[in-house]
Each structure stands twice: as C-alpha cells, then as structure tokens.
C-alpha cells in the first residue's frame, strides 16, 4: 500500500472507524503530460480531462482542491518559505493546479446555437523513447521522437488513407510509422540511457463552426465530437458551451430545428 497518497489514509481511516474529511477523487493525471505541458508540446488527453473535471465539480469556497499524493517535510519547508526551495517539477505541477483553479472561478461560459459545423479528429501516432542517466532513478527523462503518422477524420466519415479502426471510439487511423532501429535510438543517446520504443497514440479534436460572418475553428474533445457524429447526418443545430475566454467548445447539444 503507498500511504504517499491521501485515497489509502481515507481507506485506512475508514477501515478503523476513525472520523475523516471526505473526499472525492478525479481523473488520473500522466506525469509525462506535464512535462509536455510545461514543455508547450500539446497532446495532454488527461490534463484535458482533468480540467473539464474540474470545471464541472469544484465548488468555490467550499471544496479545497489538490493532488492525491501527500507533500513531503520538505517539500512543507520548502512552501513555509515561500516556494523559494520548492522543486522545478512540484512547483510546475503547484502552478498548473493554481493555473486550472483561476480559469475555473473567475470565468464563466458562453452558449452558441448553430447549424453550419464541422468537427475533426486528427489522429496520431508516434514512437517515443526516453534517455537519462538512470531511467529507474530519474524523474525527467529526455524524451526524443521518431516517426510519427496522422490522419484526419471528419465528422464520424472514414477518412481517404485510413488502414486502421474505427476504434472504440468510432475513430481511424493511418498505417503505423516504422519502428525506430537501434542506430536510430543509439544516435540520440549521448552517453545516456535508453528505453525501448513506445508507440503512443493521440487525438487532437477541432470544431468549426461559422460565427456570422465569421468561420472560428477551436479545441473541443471527445464528447463533442461524437455529438457531431450523430447530429451532422440531418444538420441538426447544436447549442454549444463555449470555455475559459471563448476559446474552446466545451459541450454540443442538439436542439430542435424550429427554436
């Protein structure tokens, strides 16, 4: 049992009858999107995950929001002297939590109803593999990418290209990219060591609709996504919650074509 984390101290609280704070735990965060997202690569389907998770269920002033694992005595120190020792990755890790927190409370959503739409799933895949000087030991390892391949889908339709699917999620994707040899894994190395390749696997999904005169492509996600799927075949109009600054499209519902 890991007693880092807060879920096995309320479970062992729970198995000793021992009165406790309750709580209610989210979506599972990859530690390797944060690198990403401190890194401005993109590709975070669990980050994304997490905050619209957290749009949806955080109560200001009266749910406190953190991570599942316990900070440590020092990293307690180090937050008692104003973040002035914390480490990079767990002040990283602080800031994008604050960063999730402040877009939540201060803003609100906007609703749009439209009947012109399209909606895009760009599929990808690509090997991957990490170098550090001990990848057991070491946190942040390097991380180098080799082929890679996409495909577009749109609106549910199977795509020119695709060889692959529809997945579980109604999604194609292209054929897969080579798999890097071991001269193109040892030319990166640098003295490090090496992983085996892995072979990931992400959607970008995209909604475009028309805004007057105006055509505005933004971020959704799956959900709507598939919204489009089954309401695109009859154009059925969709009302749409806009998020944070009117710069994604959070949800799609049909509504009736007479309203």
């Known amino acids: ?100 927190l402040f877009s939540t409370v201060i803003t609100g959503c906007s609703n749009v109803t439209t009947n012109e739409y399209e909606a895009t799933a760009l599929t990808t895949y690509t090997w991957q593999v990490k170098y550090a000087n001990n990848l057991t030991t070491e946190p942040s390892p390097r991380l180098e990418e080799f082929g890679t391949t996409s495909l577009l889908n749109r609106n549910g339709l199977k795509p020119p290209g695709a060889v692959i699917g529809p997945d579980d999620k109604g999604l194609w994707w292209a054929a897969l990219p080579p798999r890097p040899t071991v001269d193109d894994i040892e030319r990166r190395k640098d003295g490090k060591q ?51 600054g009117d710069n994604s499209v959070e949800k799609a519902e049909p509504t009736s074509k007479n309203e």
């Open 194 to 244: 090496a992983s085996q390749p892995q072979l990931l696997k992400s959607v970008k999904y995209e909604f475009k609709y028309n805004d007057g005169a105006q055509q505005r492509t933004l971020p959704t996600n799956y959900d709507v996504y598939r919204e489009v799927v089954k309401a695109y075949p009859s154009r059925t109009p969709l009302q749409l919650t806009l998020g944070v």
């Open 1 to 100: 049992m890991n007693l880092i984390q807060l879920s096995k101290w309320l479970s062992l609280c729970e198995q000793a009858q021992i009165a406790y704070i309750p709580a209610t735990f989210g979506p599972a965060v990859s530690i390797d999107e944060i690198h990403r997202f401190n890194e401005g690569l993109g590709d975070t389907p669990t980050l994304d995950q997490a905050y619209r998770w957290l749009r949806k269920n955080y109560q200001p002033r009266s749910t406190i929001w953190r991570w599942d694992c316990c900070s440590t005595e020092t990293l307690k120190a180090s937050m008692s002297k104003g973040y002035q020792t914390i480490p990079p990755l767990l002040e990283s890790m602080r800031l994008l939590l604050f960063s999730l």
